[in-house]
């Protein structure tokens, strides 16, 4: 267990709707990324949040947008869903968002999106 | 544009079996290199590399970075199926990961 909670685990919903994905990042940790990984492929950064403040933005549609709040917590939201959204998203904690020390980076167990 | 590619995209192998996964990359800005393994969801950290020529090893997996040459190489030996996973490679730059795509690894009995 990384310490790092995402919820839902898995959800289907069809296109055109908006999802919400939560994440919790481990105690004490400031940085939370998230990522996405399409079948057969590696993890996408889509974009990463330090102490509340957007830290760096990667491959992120407009479609979607995050945010990170006082209590740390972030949520990833997907609107205009289309097919090709279908993925499992991952979040991701770790102490610092100064210098990215890839081995203190702690993924959590991911949420299944599908769009149908 | 950051740009970390692995080989083979997946490979199947008996149980003994020796196997050698291979990431290549071209960024900017190069702090480390880091290999993880996927089983079912989330990744887990085997290795971080910054130095070339310095092999890590862990049990029967270790690995070697290229600076030079901009790659690096993950070695399993004596293969098990509990090996079975996909191997994720990933550059860190300018405070973000850049994964690869991975290599999906079958160990057969």
């Known amino acids: 267990d990384s310490g790092v909670t995402q919820t839902p685990k898995h959800l289907i919903t069809a296109t055109g709707q908006r999802v919400t994905l939560r994440c919790s990042p481990r105690?004490?940790?400031?940085?939370v990324y998230w990522y996405q990984q399409s079948l057969d492929q590696g993890l996408q950064f889509l974009i990463q949040?330090?102490?509340?403040?957007?830290?760096a933005k990667g491959n992120i549609l407009e479609r979607f947008s995050a945010q990170q709040f006082p209590d740390l917590h972030s949520e990833l939201n997907l609107s205009s869903l289309e097919l090709g959204d279908s993925a499992l998203y991952f979040c991701?904690?770790?102490?610092?968002?100064?210098?990215?020390?890839?081995?203190?980076?702690?993924f959590g167990e991911g949420s299944w999106l599908t769009v149908v | 544009e950051d740009k970390v590619v692995q080989s083979p995209l997946s490979l199947v192998v008996h149980e003994g079996d020796t196997v050698t996964l291979n990431c290549s990359y071209e960024?900017?800005?190069?702090?480390?290199l880091l290999w993880y393994k996927q089983e079912k969801k989330a990744p887990t950290f085997l290795f971080m590399l910054?130095?070339?020529?310095i092999e890590k090893k862990s049990g029967r997996l270790s690995s070697i970075l290229d600076k030079k040459e901009l790659f690096s190489i993950l070695n399993i030996t004596a293969t098990q199926t509990g090996d079975s996973a996909i191997y994720l490679c990933?550059?860190?730059?300018?405070?973000?990961?850049?994964f690869g795509g991975g290599t999906r690894l079958m160990v057969k009995p």
């Open positions: 990933a550059v860190e730059a300018k405070s973000m990961l850049t």
């Open positions: 991701a904690s770790s102490p610092s968002g100064k210098q990215l020390s890839g081995n203190t980076i702690y």
């Open positions: 910054t130095s070339s020529g």
């Open positions: 960024v900017t800005n190069f702090r480390s």
């Open positions: 105690s004490g940790d400031l940085s």
């Open positions: 949040y330090y102490n509340g403040e957007e830290r």
